[in-house]
């Protein structure tokens, strides 16, 4: 959908209060609140790479910037707020049929949207219905129900859309530069709910916009069980790029469950060996370093190790199961001082070494899996998350 076309639909309608924005992912063409809104960003990379979500605005895992303590806030005007009584629930059928698209897209490397802002192949559409499918097969609920709309804008109307926001510009270029896409929680007066509203970079690739998505709709999840959370503390921050990181694995994982596909499946060779090795190899860096702004997505990753395995859910060469996930998910919501202190203590906890990653990471890799078969899910999605 083109930004004129947005900023036209939004003149009329009921008025939001923004409260924040999260980096995010997402395909459908909503309505949506106008672009005054005040944005967390997230790192949301067109290749399989960890991403970051917040809610108080901050800068990327590069940089140095300090979290606020809360978001300045405005009032924006989308278009009017669907009346209709969200869907709440699926048939198998019915996820079927919201699935019948879900491995061509896996495997699609186009964009998203042509230079001119259209759906070209349609693959707006399956993305938000296996998006849809997935998180309703992970968490029971609808994207419909939990009030997440979806707006893919290419790279020209992406930017626009930032110009709008109330930051400095420095963290304006930054967003451009480096974030993928983030998630609107705006306030709607009318109804007194929640609208979240994930935008992104739409010149994407199918299967990348669909991983950032499983990995972003993290944040109105999280919001809906904690609406407390501001991540003004460091803790906070790695323990929110651990959450986003369990509800994309969950995700899919749930989707392989329920059809019967492989998703997450790389062989024993030597340069998947190798990745993981390197990849390891970082994280033992990380910890020594100790939990910095530059270095809060990867201790993230270690997070997550580390509570899978204090909850007893790693076992050598498996998943953690979708529904092990959703619990581990739950495990780690919880309020700014509280996070820090929970990161604080299992950071002193975790075994230097991280043998245990290296021994579960490594035991996942299949000998004799063929290359072409691998994925699509990435690498790091499959292998290096619980």
Same mark, same amino acid.
């Given at each position: ?22 980096a995010?992912?997402?395909?459908? &063409?909503?309505?949506? +609140?106008?672009? !005054?809104? #005040? =944005? %967390?960003? /997230?790192?949301? $990379? ?7 979500q ?5 800068s990327t895992p ?5 979290? &606020?303590?809360?978001? +300045?806030t405005a !009032?924006? #005007? =989308? %278009?009017p /707020?669907?009346? $209709?009584?969200?869907i709440?629930?699926?048939?198998d ?14 495997r699609?490397?186009? +964009?998203?949207l ?10 707006v559409?399956?993305i938000?219905?296996?998006l ?35 930051y400095?510009n ?6 451009k ?6 998630a ?5 007066l ?7 509203f ?5 010149d ?6 669909f ?16 609406p ?18 369990i ?16 998703f ?9 060996i190798g ?12 910890l020594?370093?100790g939990?910095?702004f530059?270095?809060f997505s ?10 899978a395995?204090?909850?007893?859910l ?10 092990d996930?959703?619990?581990?998910f ?5 309020g ?10 299992i950071?002193?906890?975790v ?12 035991s996942?890799?299949i000998?004799?899996?063929p ?11 499959a292998?290096?998350?619980?």
């Amino acid at each position: 959908m083109k930004l004129e076309i947005i900023l036209r639909n939004f003149a009329i309608g009921a008025t939001y209060l923004t409260l924040s924005a999260i980096a995010c992912n997402g395909g459908a &063409t909503p309505t949506a +609140p106008s672009m !005054t809104a #005040t =944005p %967390s960003p /997230t790192a949301a $990379a067109a290749s399989p790479t960890p991403t970051l979500q917040y809610n108080a605005p901050t800068s990327t895992p590069t940089a140095t910037a300090t979290p &606020t303590s809360q978001p +300045p806030t405005a !009032t924006v #005007t =989308p %278009s009017p /707020t669907p009346t $209709a009584t969200p869907i709440a629930s699926y048939t198998d059928e019915q996820l079927r049929q919201k699935l019948s698209g879900l491995v061509e897209i896996l495997r699609a490397n186009e +964009p998203v949207l042509d230079a001119n802002g259209n759906d070209y192949k349609g693959y707006v559409g399956k993305i938000t219905d296996a998006l849809d499918a997935g998180y309703f097969l992970f968490t029971g609920r609808t994207l419909q129900q939990d009030r997440i709309s979806i707006l893919p804008l290419v790279k020209k109307d992406y930017d626009a859309f930032i110009d709008k926001l109330p930051y400095t510009n420095e963290l304006k270029a930054d967003m451009k530069e480096n974030f993928g896409g983030f998630a609107w929680d705006a306030l709607n007066l009318k109804t007194g709910k929640h609208d979240y509203f994930l935008v992104i970079r739409g010149d994407f690739p199918a299967s990348s916009v669909f991983w950032i998505g499983t990995r972003e709709v993290e944040q109105p999840l999280t919001n809906r069980l904690d609406p407390t959370i501001r991540n003004t503390t460091i803790g906070s921050l790695a323990l929110g790029e651990a959450r986003e990181d369990i509800v994309s694995k969950g995700i899919y994982r749930a989707l392989e469950e329920f059809t019967g596909k492989n998703f997450t499946n790389y062989g024993s060779n030597e340069k998947n060996i190798g990745y993981v090795m390197k990849r390891l190899s970082d994280y033992q860096k990380t910890l020594e370093q100790g939990l910095t702004f530059q270095n809060f997505s990867v201790t993230g990753i270690i997070i997550t190790w580390a509570t899978a395995q204090e909850m007893g859910l790693l076992k050598d060469g498996q998943h953690v199961t979708p529904k092990d996930d959703y619990a581990l998910f739950k495990t780690m919501v919880m309020g700014d001082d509280a996070a820090q202190t929970y990161v604080d203590g299992i950071l002193s906890r975790v075994d230097p070494s991280l043998d245990f990653i290296r021994k579960n990471a490594l035991s996942r890799l299949i000998p004799d899996y063929p290359a072409e078969k691998e994925g699509p899910a990435s690498i790091e999605t499959a292998v290096l998350r619980p």
